[in-house]
């Protein structure tokens, strides 16, 4: 059984160059386009949020199956199976207290008076 990768370091690599190339925004002064109104295209919150919950998903199963393979002798690296499970549950919590802050916001604003 062939454990493979999450995707998670590819995926915040490619993030890391896509927050590079979003330093300058039209609109800013100093920029070619400071003329345009309109705002830069980038990936938006809610596609952030998923791909940080698929991530979170992925890290969880890449855990379980490292956990599998140690429990059936198929493996015997301890430590890089405790380091991944370790890796899942933060971003499980990471996930969970982002959702929370989500749902707390929403509230905060069903409840305003207009």
Do not use: C
Request: hydrophobic content about 40%.
């Amino acid at each position: 059984m062939k454990i493979e990768s999450s995707g998670y370091a590819q995926m915040m690599q490619q993030r890391a160059l896509e927050r590079r190339g979003e330093m300058l925004i039209g609109g800013e002064p100093g920029t070619p386009d400071a003329q345009k109104t309109e705002q830069a295209a980038g990936p938006s919150f809610g596609k952030v949020l998923e791909d940080t919950a698929m991530a979170a998903s992925d890290k969880e199963r890449e855990a379980v199956a490292k956990a599998e393979a140690l429990g059936a002798g198929k493996s015997d690296d301890l430590h890089g199976t405790m380091i991944t499970m370790k890796e899942a549950d933060i971003s499980m919590k990471l996930v969970g207290s982002v959702r929370d802050k989500l749902m707390d916001a929403f509230h905060e604003l069903w409840r305003i008076n207009v």
